[in-house]
């Protein structure tokens, strides 16, 4: 694999280096946020391992830069910011996981190998609920007439919905689609982005698209009648 290294504290940064050239990883590093874009969107990495206390422009900089400019690659946050708003912050921004420092090597490689793992091609290109639609291409979605502007977290949670279109899907389900299997993210945090989807795609619109399902997960369902019958 071909990483990128973007970490201010010297120490760790060696370590990091010299950890991933001993499991045959091809490693650049950066010690700030301007030079860490500046590399990422020049040269073509598998996987970025950023930090978010960085000098110049921090990690959330970072991680906003990098969508702007269409930066293909994956991004895997070390950090010791442990707090919820952190983590959900950072996952927002585009972030592919978030790992917590201390970290064990062995947990940071099979992080990497999860987030560079070929993703699932789709059968479409597009999927629709209704109104609601997806555009899987260019990750646009749209609600009638109306362009609703996602992170990447919250399409990666709509379309796992969409997929799966008037079934209940578990927590540990979409979890595992939004964030991957080895993710550290709790339910508290998918509660927290189902919340801000539902913000976006069913607060300003009187019908009501995505449901909580007590106990089991969340269903997105355009039939408002049947929701109502099967939580009787």
């Known amino acids: 694999m071909r990483i990128l290294v973007i970490e201010d504290e010297p120490r760790m940064l060696d370590l990091l280096r010299k950890g991933l050239q001993e499991h045959d990883c091809t490693v650049m ?6 030079t860490g874009v500046e590399i990422a969107t020049t040269c ?34 070390l950090t010791a910011r442990d707090a919820e708003d ?3 912050r950072g ?3 585009g972030a592919d996981d978030y790992l917590t420092k201390p970290f064990s090597f062995p947990e940071l490689m099979a992080r990497l190998q999860s987030i560079t793992r070929p993703r699932r091609r789709k059968t479409s290109g597009r999927l629709e609920a209704g109104e609601l639609a997806v555009d899987l291409v260019r ?3 749209t609600r ?5 502007d996602l992170s990447p977290s919250e399409c990666k949670l709509l379309i796992a919905l969409m997929q799966n279109s008037g079934q209940c899907v578990s927590r540990q389900s979409l979890m595992q689609e939004v964030w991957g299997t080895d993710s550290e993210v ?17 607060a300003p619109y009187p019908h009501k698209l995505i449901h909580t399902v ?7 369902e355009r039939d408002a009648q049947k929701m109502e019958r099967a939580q009787r």
């Open 139 to 141: 990750r646009t979605v």
């Open 44 to 77: 073509t990495f598998d996987a970025i391992l950023l930090d978010i206390g960085l000098p110049r422009r921090d990690g959330y900089e970072v991680m906003r830069a990098l969508h702007q400019r269409s930066c293909a690659s994956r991004v895997l946050v």
């Open 214 to 220: 007590r106990g089991s997960g969340y269903v997105l």
């Open 144 to 148: 009638g007439n109306n362009h609703i």
């Open 29 to 34: 590093t950066a010690m700030d946020g301007d």
């Open 86 to 88: 952190d983590i959900i």
């Open 186 to 202: 709790g339910q508290g945090t998918l509660d927290v982005l189902v919340n801000s989807l539902r913000g976006k795609i069913d």
């Open 91 to 93: 996952l927002d921004l």
